[in-house]
């Protein structure tokens, strides 16, 4: 059976701009004319707690008439991507995957109190998916820009022009230029080409 929609999980902490993303990806959907729905915030949003956002993209366009998808919440299984801003925020999100989720993970550990260690969390990211791509974002956007908040922005552009996500990079680059305050514009323009341009493998 043809699915009817491509879910996705943002998962990190406070203070890293998911609901930015979460906007972001929204109006490229919207853009590219089809079916949106979008979760606002489940976890604690005060900087450095535990954040996690549901995206639901319908694959028929939204012109049509008729809905696929009707509630914003992805259910237990059914995410088709996480995307984690921090290493032990995607391995929180692991009750949303199955054998075909892709795992986009930002290499950035935040250690918390007996919790486990960075090298024990990677271990168990490779037992639960064969499709993970652990990028450093954080450190090309800090070696780069001075700024590792741009990390989830390198994420969807790296996503994007991998074909790991439904939208044409255009869309996002065009979805960008609507979300971000002009203040901020160029930088995040400047952190999607870095993103398109990075050839390292992962």
């Not at 915030?41 to 008729?66: P, W, Y």
């Not at 065009?174 to 080409?193: D, F, P, Q, W």
């Amino acid at each position: 059976m043809k699915k009817k929609s491509f879910n996705i999980i943002i998962a990190g902490v406070g203070g890293q701009g998911i609901i930015t993303l979460l906007r972001i990806l929204a109006e490229a959907a919207l853009i590219e004319g089809r079916e949106v729905r979008t979760s606002e915030l489940h976890g604690l949003s005060q900087r450095g707690g535990s954040v996690r956002a549901h995206l639901r993209i319908g694959f028929k366009s939204s012109l049509r008439s008729g809905k696929e998808i009707y509630s914003p919440l992805i259910s237990s299984g059914q995410a088709d991507m996480v995307l984690a801003l921090e290493i032990c925020e995607g391995l929180r999100a692991s009750p949303f995957i199955n054998k075909g989720t892709i795992f986009l993970v930002n290499k950035k550990f935040i250690p918390y109190s007996n919790g486990l260690s960075e090298k024990e969390i990677l271990r168990k990211f490779k037992k639960i998916s064969g499709k993970i791509y652990f990028v450093e974002a954080s450190k090309f956007c800090r070696e780069a820009f001075g700024q590792e908040i741009l990390a989830g922005i390198f994420l969807i552009g790296f996503a994007a022009t991998r074909k790991l996500i439904p939208f044409q990079i255009e869309s996002i680059q065009e979805a960008v230029k609507r979300v971000i305050n002009k203040k901020y514009l160029r930088l995040n323009l400047k952190t999607l080409e870095l993103a398109k341009s990075t050839t390292e493998k992962f």
